[in-house]
């Protein structure tokens, strides 16, 4: 079965602080996904890489960055945390074209 | 620009009662549509993916069904242990293939 990590269930940081949010998954999938999940809103892609050191901006990158230095390791990076990305995180990897497989997510709280 | 619409919001069956979900879209060219179950506070699980209209897949007591502009989700004689968000996504067949979500439908099946 495909398994995809990620680092921290439940996190809550102050606003301003820098938060990394880790993933990694086991089944050498080439594509990488960081989502926010929000009631009403959906889930909504932040970055996304197809490759090692490549990445790509989704619909919503403000405020965020990403790191792909190893194929099964996609980290995403709040530089200075607000109380508007206090959401729900979901990493997913994929094969070139394909499904999407999902972490348990990580839910962040920024006071 | 892609979209996906899933109705209704909220589901509330009796055991045993039959029915079914909607996802309409409009996509630039369709790559494939796909089924996600979601339990609270957990990550999505893959269900079904369909290329075509016309094509159907069944899983226990789901069947997924795809026309050009919206798919179904048909539950059969649902249990309790059925209750989920059920996510329904589309993927473009144009530039990176990522998802674009709808923002799902609450089952809730009362024993």
């Known amino acids: 079965d495909v398994k995809v990590t990620q680092s921290s269930r439940y996190l809550v940081k102050r606003t301003g602080e820098k938060v990394f949010l880790e993933c990694v998954q086991d089944?050498?999938?080439?594509?990488m996904f960081w989502y926010r999940q929000d009631p009403g809103l959906g889930l909504r892609l932040i970055y996304f890489?197809?490759?090692?050191?490549?990445?790509e901006k989704g619909d919503i990158p403000e405020g965020y960055s990403v790191s792909r230095e190893k194929k099964e390791r996609f980290s995403l990076i709040l530089e200075s945390a607000s109380t508007n990305q206090t959401s729900m995180y979901l990493c997913?990897?994929?094969?070139?074209?394909?499904?999407?497989?999902f972490g348990e997510g990580s839910r962040l709280t920024v006071l | 620009e892609d979209q996906v619409t899933q109705s209704p919001e909220a589901l509330r069956l009796q055991e045993g009662e039959s029915s079914s979900l909607n996802c309409s879209y409009t996509?630039?060219?369709?790559?494939?549509l796909f089924w996600y179950r979601q339990d609270p506070g957990k990550g999505p699980e893959f269900l079904f993916t369909?290329?075509?209209a016309g094509e159907e897949k069944e899983k226990e007591r789901l069947k997924a069904t795809l026309t050009k502009k919206e798919s179904f989700l048909h539950i059969t004689a649902p249990k309790p242990e059925d209750s989920a968000t059920y996510l329904c996504?589309?993927?473009?067949?144009?530039?990176?293939?990522?998802?674009?979500f709808g923002t799902g439908t609450r089952l809730l099946v009362s024993p």
């Open positions: 997913a990897s994929s094969q070139i074209t394909g499904e999407l497989f």
């Open positions: 089944m050498d999938h080439e594509n």
């Open positions: 890489s197809y490759d090692v050191k490549m990445k």
């Open positions: 996509v630039s060219g369709l790559r494939g």
């Open positions: 369909l290329y075509s």
């Open positions: 996504a589309v993927q473009a067949n144009t530039g990176f293939q990522k998802l674009v």
